[in-house]
C-alpha cells in the first residue's frame, strides 16, 4: 500500500534506504545479543516499534553494541546506510517475535485443530475442513489489515502491497498429511491428539506444526507488523496459501491459470538457510490383484503402511486368520526376534493374539519420505519378515504374498535403489532414495508404492525405462500378477543470482549461526517449477524434520525464532532497490 510521506513516522528511513545498495551489508546483532534484548521485554512491556527501539538505547545493548547510531537514525528520520539498515530489520524481526509471539502460537494452536487432510472422494476445494480453515485465515487478514483473496478455495491469498510492480510470492500449504491415532504415543506411554497442541516440554505436538501451518502464521504475523508500523515497502508480498500440496499439487496451477506469477518466489515449506535446489519426486506403484490364499497354513488377511507416499510410519501391522493363533503367534515372534537380530536390530517384532486373530506388528522409526535415513522403514521390514517366512511358518500364498515377493526381490531394506540395481548420486543434492511406503488396500487389489527422490545426473525418462526394463524382468521370471504405473518428476537446481538471495542467505546464517552456504533438499515444494524459486526454511537441515511422522512437532523456540527470521526477511527483501 502506498502511503503519503507526509503521514509516515518510522518509515522515512525506509523509504530513503532504498537508494542505497551493498553487496556485503551484515546487522551487527549477534544470536547471542538478541537473546539479550528478548530476556528484557515480554509482548505487554513494548506498545510499538518505536518504543521499543527507545527502550532498547537506554539499555545494555544501546552502551555496549554498535547498533546505537541505527537506532538514533531511525528514531531521528534520517537516512541509513545499508548495514544499519539491516540492523533495523533484524531489531524488527526480534520486536515482532516479543510483542506477537504469544498470540502466534495461540493463532497456530488453532489451525491445528482444524484436520486439513485428504477424504477420499471429496476434492480438497469441498471439504468442509478446508472451508473452516479458509474462513479463519480470512478472518486473521481482515484483523491484520491485510487483503485476502480465496481463489475457489484452491489457494488462498494474503496480500501486503508495496510501491512497485514487483511481487514475491511466498508459499506455505494448509493441507497436511494423514495421520494414524493409534500411532500417536512418545516412549513413555504418553497418547497425542494429532488435531490439538499437547505442550511437552519445549515441544508443540500436533499434525501441522512442523508441516506447515507454521508458515502460514509466522508470514501473516511478519506482514502484519510491517503493515502497522506503516514501513513502506519497495515490491509486493503475497502469501499463497495452497490447499494441494501434500496431495496432487493441482491448487497451485489452478491459482496462476487465473492470477499472475511472481516474478520471485520462496517457500516456508523447507529447510535453512537457502535451499535452491530439490530433487524431483516420482512413484513405482504395484498394484497386486486380490486373490485367494493358496496351500496350508494362516493367512494374512491385511496390512497397513503408511497413509500416503510421502510418509514413512512408525509401524506396520499385519493380521493373520489361523485355526492356531496361539501357536501361529509364538512361532510369528520367535521368527521375527530373529529376523530382527538379523536385519540390524533397530525395530521391534511382536506378536499377539486379538480376539481370533494374531497380529504381527513391527515397530520402527517414522520420517518423511525425503529422508529415509532418519527414519527405520517399518514397512519394508514388514515384507521383508513376511518372505523371510517361506519354509517356517506355513503361510498360504495371496496377494499379500506376492508383495512381500516383489518387495524382497527389488527393493529390500536398501532406500537407495542399491537392490534393484538404480541407484546413483549427485556430488551435490546426494543419492536417489527409494522407499517402499505407502499401502492401500480394498476389495479388488493391494497397492504398495515405492516413494522416489530423484537427483540431477540422470533423466526422469532414463530413470524409470530403467526401473520398468528390471521390473517387468523381474514379472516375466517370477509369474507374480502385478500391474505397475510410474512417474518420475525433473529435479530442480537454481543457479543462486540476485541479490535477494544474498539477502535471504544472510538472514537466516546469520540468524541460526549456520554456514554462508547454499542448500540443498529431497523434499519437492510448490515453488519446484516457479521463477527464482528458493525454500527459506523452516526448518534446520542438522535437526530430524518431524513433518509426516507420527508426533510431528515444532519446538516453542524454533517456532518463535522462525517468526522472527521471516519478518526480518520481509523487511530487507521488501527494500531492497533491486532483486
Known sequence: MHFPLKKLV?????????????????ANITP???????????????????GFLGALTKGDLGKTSDVGPAINGFLGNQTLNADQQNEINRLLGIYTRVKYGKAATETLRELVEIPTFNIEGVPQYKNPEFLKIAAKI???????????????????EISLEGSGDEVVG????????????????????T??????????????????????????????YAMKVIKEEKLPLARTFKLLVDTTEETNGDAIPYYFEHNPTPQYNLALDGGYPVVIAEKGYGTVMATFPVRKGEGKGAEIISMTGGMATNQIPSASVATLLSDKPAELAANLQKAGAEYAKRNGGNFQVDAKVVDKEVKLTVTGVSAHSSEPEAGVNPVARMLGLIHSLEGKVALKHNHITDAAHYAADNWGLDYLGNKLGVGFSDA???PLTASLTFVGQDDKGFKLAVNLRVPKGKSPEKLKAEIADKLSAWDKKTKV???????????????????????????????????????????????????????????????????????????????????????????????????
Open 10 to 26: 518510522a518509515a522515512t528511513l525506509f523509504a530513503a534506504s532504498l537508494s542505497t545498495l551493498s553487496n556485503a551489508a551484515f
Open 32 to 50: 547471542e545479543q538478541s537473546a539479550q534484548i528478548l530476556q528484557q521485554f515480554n509482548e505487554t512491556s513494548v506498545s510499538d516499534f518505536r
Open 138 to 156: 480470512q478472518d486473521l487478514a481482515k484483523a491484520f489489515n491485510l487483503n485476502f483473496r480465496n481463489i475457489d478455495n484452491r489457494v488462498y
Open 170 to 189: 511466498i508459499h506455505a500449504h494448509a493441507d497436511v498429511v494423514p495421520v494414524t491415532p493409534e500411532n500417536w504415543v512418545l516412549k513413555d506411554g
Open 191 to 220: 497418547k497425542l491428539d494429532p488435531f490439538k497442541v499437547t505442550l511437552i516440554g519445549d515441544r508443540m505436538y500436533g499434525r501441522g506444526t512442523e508441516d506447515d501451518k507454521n508458515g502460514i502464521v509466522v508470514a501473516m
Open 428 to 430: 551435490f543434492m546426494g
Open 481 to 579: 500378477k502385478v500391474g505397475f504405473t510410474y512417474s518420475v518428476a525433473e529435479p530442480m537446481y537454481r543457479n543462486p543470482e540476485g541479490e535477494w538471495v544474498k539477502a535471504l542467505l544472510a538472514v537466516a546464517s546469520e540468524n541460526l549461526g549456520m554456514k554462508h552456504e547454499f542448500g540443498t533438499s529431497a523434499g519437492a515444494t510448490s515453488v519446484h517449477e516457479l521463477p527464482n524459486g528458493v525454500q527459506f526454511g523452516l526448518a534446520r537441515p542438522e535437526v530430524k524434520y518431524t513433518g509426516h511422522t507420527d508426533s510431528e512437532f515444532k519446538t516453542v523456540d524454533q517456532f518463535l525464532l522462525d517468526l522472527q527470521i521471516v519478518t526480518e526477511m520481509m523487511g530487507r527483501v521488501g527494500q531492497l532497490p533491486k532483486l
